[in-house]
């Protein structure tokens, strides 16, 4: 399991997701879906957002642009690294959670 064996003491709902980042269920809405994909692509490039951009396709502008939108929604500040690194934890584990 690697890294992900620290989800298995977690509780997997929405419940268990918002303690972990507060806000996270309006990201994880079906009309985020877009915003989800460019947060997590960010994160999975370590914050860099000319990778990301590249991975998703996407100009950095846009990027940037559904970077905003995913912050506004949870109320992250995306430069903050403790907020970056609940919003991945929560990303991670809704990921898992989704999983048959």
């Known amino acids: 399991l ?15 997701l918002e303690r972990i980042c507060p806000g996270i269920s309006a990201l994880l809405a079906d009309r985020a879906g877009l915003y989800r994909e460019a947060a997590r692509a960010y994160l ?10 590249a991975q998703l ?9 559904r970077l ?3 912050a506004a929604l949870t ?16 990303l991670r584990l809704a990921g898992l959670i989704a999983q048959p």
Do not use: K, M
């Open 75 to 90: 109320g992250l500040d995306l430069s903050r690294g403790e907020d970056r690194l609940r919003l991945h934890l929560a």
């Open 57 to 65: 396709h996407l100009h950095r502008t846009t990027l940037y642009w």
């Open 2 to 16: 690697g890294a992900y064996a620290v989800f298995q003491h977690f509780s997997q709902d929405q419940a268990g």
């Open 44 to 53: 999975d490039c370590g914050a860099r957002a000319q990778q990301a951009a």
């Open 68 to 70: 905003d939108r995913a």
